[in-house]
């Protein structure tokens, strides 16, 4: 028996440290890219073990960090109009959207994203793609410490950084160039509408070729982007 209680403590202690290694490593490291640019993502790793698996060992990931001051207005507004409007304003998690999403769940319709910019950095920054529970739940715990610790400049930066815009083109700094020819800092509010257009499925939906659905959605983008207000809502993030 006390072989047995002493085996359960060890368990116990291995676990408690274990959780405690995890906690601070996990809020050292949001606190750290408050600062510190991105060297990579969990996503964009993702992609290359992904890609080397089914044999393309040429696949390469295309990524330039961009600071906040050399990208367009219109990319920060568009990926805002196109992804999470309430973005200024809300602690991390559009809890509208997500009431929303689980009642045309209940009704049985197509289950919708709700997740917030706030959201997809933790998981693209983070985690691993997929929908489960340990995940969900991995990916609120870093959204709380990223809306905690992080200003809201900042998280729209990030996102700007890593969001992929075409299979293996992760950020406006490498997707500016590649799509358009030029830098993130002069991409005009169409070419803004046209990259956000593809967020939802940059793997499916293209930059270069836009079919009538991305043309569609970059026309609506652009609605939007003029019904928030422009350069007063993107002061607004950058006063929180």
Do not use: C
């Not at 390469?60 to 507004?77: E, F, G, M, N």
């Not at 990030?158 to 406006?172: C, K, R």
């Not at 509010?189 to 836009?210: D, H, K, S, Y």
């Amino acid at each position: 028996m006390a072989a047995k209680a002493g085996f359960l403590r060890r368990v116990r202690d291995a676990l408690l440290w274990a959780a405690v290694a995890f906690v601070a490593g996990s809020v050292l490291s949001v606190l750290a890219m408050r600062w510190v640019p991105p060297v990579t993502s969990a996503f964009m790793l993702g992609s290359v073990v992904a890609a080397w698996r089914s044999g393309d060992l040429d696949y390469r990931v295309d990524y330039r960090w961009t600071p906040y001051a050399r990208i367009s207005r219109h990319a920060k507004l568009a990926v805002i109009a196109a992804e999470d409007q309430k973005f200024a304003f809300h602690p991390g998690f559009d809890f509208e959207s997500i009431d929303e999403a689980i009642r045309d769940r209940e009704r049985g319709k197509r289950l919708r994203g709700a997740s917030t910019i706030s959201q997809q950095v933790a998981k693209n920054l983070f985690l691993w793609k997929g929908q489960n529970f340990v995940r969900k739940g991995l990916e609120a715990w870093f959204t709380l410490w990223i809306e905690l610790l992080w200003p809201k400049r900042r998280i729209l930066e990030v996102y700007l950084n890593v969001a992929e815009f075409g299979p293996g083109i992760y950020g406006v700094g490498a997707a500016a160039p590649r799509f358009f020819r030029k830098e993130p800092a002069r991409l005009s509010r169409g070419e803004a509408a046209l990259l956000a257009a593809v967020l939802p499925n940059p793997r499916r939906f293209r930059v270069q070729r836009p079919s009538a659905y991305v043309l569609g959605r970059q026309a609506w983008i652009v609605g939007q982007m003029n019904a928030l207000g422009g350069a007063a809502y993107i002061r607004e993030v950058e006063r929180n």
